[in-house]
């Protein structure tokens, strides 16, 4: 069944050795997919490389012989930037999975892409530091695929994201060069921001093979609190009054009431159930100051109408308040066996709104869509939970995402705001950015990958 | 390629459980290896899915190799947020896949040995593993198929621990082996017969035979040892001291034990009650024994153990407890070709020697 002509394979077991070549059908199954469900396209081959010369090589092969290449690292992300549509080569990078460096006078590590989130930030803890970007995938995904993705996380509001924490990148352009990015510095104007422009760049530019990250000093306390709400536009108008108040709170994170039901049910943690929000909130930092907000955060959230607040007194019970995050996508998965989980993100004061909107458009095509999410930086996770044969429900949950990424457009929000584009979003992606825009990223596109070789069909291609 | 076709290997509600997220892959040793998503849960999962709709048949060789590489160590269970049964899948993907003489010949053998009661109790006469009738309203201790013959020492030391416990004769194999090894109807027939066999209470010193027992007889009625001991208050005595200092001693847990049954604290109280417990970093990950997978796949096996011999060194620990008849042969096994100084023991055994270093139990 491979399109892979035998003297390619051949070239590629010259560069990587045959065990690290993949031709076989069976072989080839499991890199049809990643975690996006309704995407699949078999690759020709898997080649496994072990170091970025090898890299380079690989890739001037591609371009030589125009066959599509498609990096992935753990294939945890949800927007299908690893299905390789147009066949080729998927470029596995999970061998190139060593920390090279973890400095505490310079705060900042250097690792090999198919590095995962938790190993860095275990390394960086070990020395008494803190790797702040946590997305939810974050003990599989890697370091790699969080760049290529610009992955998010529960911390984004106080912490940023990925993209503010790569200083430098080693990456091997289309053509073959390797190209050195940014680096030990936290001040470097020379040229062009190429390393930001190479994250989020979905692996249609060129293949990462090392980043150099920044690290924080680890804060020395942390603590959680819970609030229940009579709606969401009540815990909205708490987490505007607490920012205005002059905290940003590590984390804010909310349940709408579908989401509490279905956790309630699975879990039987004891949530309210006469609750149409449930607000998560939590700080770091030094001890009396975690304190000191964690109470301020209590009592805004009372003046803004909470139903009930609690704060953790030990580690144990707010393990217990993060349960209820924890166990959403847990007890979502089980009402249905497809599960949609999307990231559609608009202004902060606006989430209210974005969520009303989404049950408006859940109720019109008939579907179950849960909302949980980032209540501190806008960025919601409506989860569409349904029968996989159900084709009809299927076609409404396409229908209904196109809408409610209108939706999150319409309220000058954007289609995505931490999985990426990929291939699902696609389609989208216009709408958000304009054609100007677009043709502007086919531009820059071209001038990495001139024969259009890396990730086809995915973001700026 | 072969056109799809209808599969009705797997069933349905099990396959559809997985959405395949990806957060198995940093808990599967075989995976750990690779960096092949092959050899990965989720991965597996999707040939399974391919083999079911007929996009690949059985004599696909990845799915040969994978139905087989897999360790069965469940490990991907206690992370997946979806509640997939991957042991169950594992099951019935074997059923399948090593139906008849498909099997690899050396499970084919070991499978027919267990069956042979007679044998079963030869290996008893001869290594003298402990004996005692059947009671009425007293638990009975499996004798297991392996630890008899091979480790005859560990139910002798149960009973000296807890005389309450029987342990009648005429007992064969619970069937883990049968169902592992993709004869699930076999491994279930045989718990069964255990299970009428063996009427009331079952204590067992495996933790691979407690989870395949309890499943088939119900949670309630098989109790592994550390859990029984923990659960009837049994009161560790003395200690287990060297060089005038008390032992430090790690535990490697039982994957199906901590995986399948989600028993875990038991085991560690009653080390620390004797001796001073040390955690391993990877205390919880598969040893490489898992059942039969050290004689069907021995260098991978050997691969899968090596770090968890290195951590054990590391930890300057004098014993290492198993609590698992295949894991306690592995880890020996391990040590010595290492030359290490650190002994395996079975927990019981451990208890036993504490117990050995005070006067006799009133």
Redesign the interface.
């Known amino acids: 069944m491979t399109a892979l002509p035998r003297r390619i394979r051949d070239e590629l077991v010259a560069i990587v050795g045959a065990a690290n070549v993949r031709t076989e059908r069976g072989d080839l199954t499991p890199y049809a997919r990643d975690a996006t469900p309704l995407f699949h396209a078999y690759p020709d081959a898997v080649v496994f490389p072990g170091t970025t010369a090898e890299v380079a090589e690989i890739l001037k092969l591609a371009t030589a012989h125009g066959i599509p290449v498609t990096p992935r690292g753990a294939g945890t992300n949800l927007c299908a930037a690893t299905v390789p549509e147009a066949g080729g080569i998927v470029l596995v990078l999970t061998r190139l999975n060593r920390i090279l460096e973890v400095s505490g006078d310079e705060l900042l590590a250097r690792v090999e892409p198919g590095v995962t989130t938790a190993r860095l930030a275990d390394a960086a803890e070990a020395a008494g530091l803190c790797y702040a970007p946590d997305p939810g995938s974050r003990t599989a995904s890697t370091v790699g695929g969080n760049v290529a993705t610009c992955a998010g996380g529960l911390r984004g509001l106080k912490y940023g994201v990925t993209r503010n924490y790569v200083l430098g990148l080693t990456a091997v352009l289309p053509t073959g060069e390797i190209i050195r990015t940014g680096g030990r510095l936290w001040k470097d104007v020379a040229g062009y921001d190429l390393t930001r422009l190479l994250t989020g760049s979905e692996g249609t530019l060129a293949v990462i093979t090392e980043i150099t990250v920044a690290l924080l000093p680890k804060p020395s306390h942390s603590g959680t609190g819970v609030g229940y709400f009579r709606s969401l536009a009540d815990s909205g108008r708490a987490v505007t009054a607490v920012i205005a108040a002059g905290i940003v709170p590590a984390t804010l994170e909310f349940l709408d009431e579908k989401c509490i039901d279905a956790v309630e049910r699975f879990a039987h943690l004891g949530l309210r159930s006469d609750a149409g929000a449930l607000l998560l909130f939590g700080d770091d930092g030094d001890g009396e100051m975690v304190t000191v907000h964690l109470a301020r955060i209590a009592e805004i959230c009372g003046a803004a109408g909470a139903l009930d607040v609690t704060l953790a007194g030990s580690v144990a019970r707010a393990e217990a308040l993060l349960a209820a995050r924890r166990c959403s996508l847990p007890a979502l998965s089980r009402l249905g066996s497809l599960t949609i989980l999307e990231d559609a993100t608009v202004p902060r004061p606006r989430l209210a709104e974005m969520v009303d909107r989404i049950d408006d458009i859940a109720a019109r095509h008939d579907l179950l869509i849960a909302t949980f999410g980032h209540a501190g930086d806008g960025n919601l996770h409506p989860t569409c939970v349904l029968d996989p044969d159900d084709t009809d429900a299927v076609q409404r949950a396409h229908k209904a995402f196109a809408e409610i990424f209108a939706g999150a457009v319409e309220l000058d929000g954007t289609i995505t705001g931490e999985h990426g584009v990929g291939a699902a979003k696609r389609p989208y992606l216009a709408d958000r950015i304009g054609t100007d825009q677009l043709a502007l990223l086919r531009r820059v596109k071209n001038a990495f990958d001139p024969a259009g070789i890396l990730n086809p069909g995915k973001l700026g291609s | 390629?072969t056109e799809p076709t209808a599969g009705g290997i797997f069933g349905k509600d099990l396959l559809?459980?997985c959405?395949?997220?990806?957060?198995?892959?940093?808990a599967c040793p075989t995976y750990e290896l690779t960096?092949?998503?092959?050899s990965?849960p989720?991965?597996?999962i999707?040939?399974m899915r391919?083999l079911e709709t007929g996009?690949?048949d059985d004599g696909?060789?990845?799915?040969v190799e994978q139905a087989s590489f897999c360790l069965g160590c469940r490990s991907c269970e206690t992370?997946c947020?979806?509640?997939v049964e991957y042991g169950a899948l594992l099951e019935q993907w074997r059923d399948h896949q090593w139906r008849g003489m498909r099997r690899p010949w050396l499970a084919r053998v070991l499978m027919a040995v267990v069956r042979r009661a007679w044998l079963l109790r030869l290996q008893g006469l001869v290594r003298r593993h402990a004996r005692a009738r059947a009671r009425e309203g007293s638990p009975a201790l499996l004798l297991g198929c392996v630890e008899r013959g091979l480790y005859p020492e560990v139910s002798r030391a149960v009973r000296r621990l807890r005389p309450e416990v029987t342990a009648p004769a005429g007992q064969g194999c619970c069937g883990a082996l049968h169902a592992h090894n993709g004869d699930s109807a076999s491994g279930a027939e045989l718990a069964r017969e255990i299970g009428a066999r063996l009427p009331g209470r079952i204590v067992t010193t495996a933790g691979g035979c407690a989870a395949h027992l309890s499943a088939h007889l119900g949670r309630d009625r098989v109790k592994e040892l550390s859990e029984y001991l923990v659960e009837v208050g049994h009161l560790p005595l003395g200690e287990v001291r060297v060089g005038g200092r008390r032992t430090r001693v790690a535990l490697q847990d039982s994957c199906h034990l901590r995986n399948g049954m989600g028993v875990t604290r038991q085991p560690r109280e009653l080390i620390g009650a004797v001796a001073d417990y040390v955690e391993l970093p990877n205390a919880g990950t598969c040893c490489g024994a898992a059942g039969t997978y050290s004689v069907l796949r021995p260098e991978d096996s050997r691969t899968v153990l090596a770090p968890k011999l290195a951590a054990i060194e590391e930890a300057g620990v004098d014993y290492v407890v198993a609590v698992n008849p295949g894991c306690l042969r592995q880890l020996r096994q391990g040590l010595r070709a290492r030359g290490s100084r650190v002994r395996a023991l079975h927990l019981v055994e451990l208890l036993y020697m504490a117990e050995g270093s005070t006067g006799p139990r009133e």
């Open positions: 390629m559809d459980r959405i395949s997220c990806g957060f198995c892959l940093p960096g092949d998503e092959a990965s989720r991965g597996r999707t040939l391919a996009h690949l696909d060789p990845t799915l992370v947020p979806a509640g």
